[in-house]
């Protein structure tokens, strides 16, 4: 069974930047579609943004729009989410979830990834 594992969670202060890391072993993740979800206390888990297959297609989440970009770099098989800009409603725990794809297509429904990592914790305060 493919696993995911998430790093680069952490403190910073609002308006700074982090990256988060999404990395597998054994199973390439470029035929992977990779999506990014966030959970908050007292909400429901939302998608964040996603990544397909080709690299190309790519959907944000209207709240993080124009803020945050993700990438894959396949030589280390590592997603990156790059957060820019970040507001202390940007803090909760995020979790990589992946699926196998034929088709370049993502997702932001949870019920669209079979595979999830243990999740990090962002937290944006001053």
């Known amino acids: 069974q493919l696993q995911v594992v998430e790093s680069g969670g952490g403190l910073v202060q609002p308006g700074g930047s982090l990256r988060l890391s999404c990395a597998a072993s054994r199973f390439a993740l470029n035929y992977y579609r990779i999506g990014w979800f966030r959970q908050a206390p007292g909400k429901e888990r939302e998608g964040v943004s996603c990544i397909g297959t080709s690299g190309g297609s790519t959907v944000f989440a209207d709240s993080v729009k124009g803020r945050f970009t993700i990438s894959r770099d396949n030589a280390k098989n590592t997603v990156y989410l790059q957060m820019n800009s970040l507001k202390p409603e940007d803090t909760a725990i995020y979790y990589c979830?992946?699926?196998?794809?034929?088709?370049?297509?993502?997702?932001?429904?949870?019920?669209?990834?079979?595979?999830w990592g243990q999740g990090t914790q962002v937290t944006v305060s001053s």
């Open positions: 979830a992946a699926a196998f794809a034929l088709q370049p297509k993502c997702f932001l429904t949870p019920e669209s990834y079979a595979y």
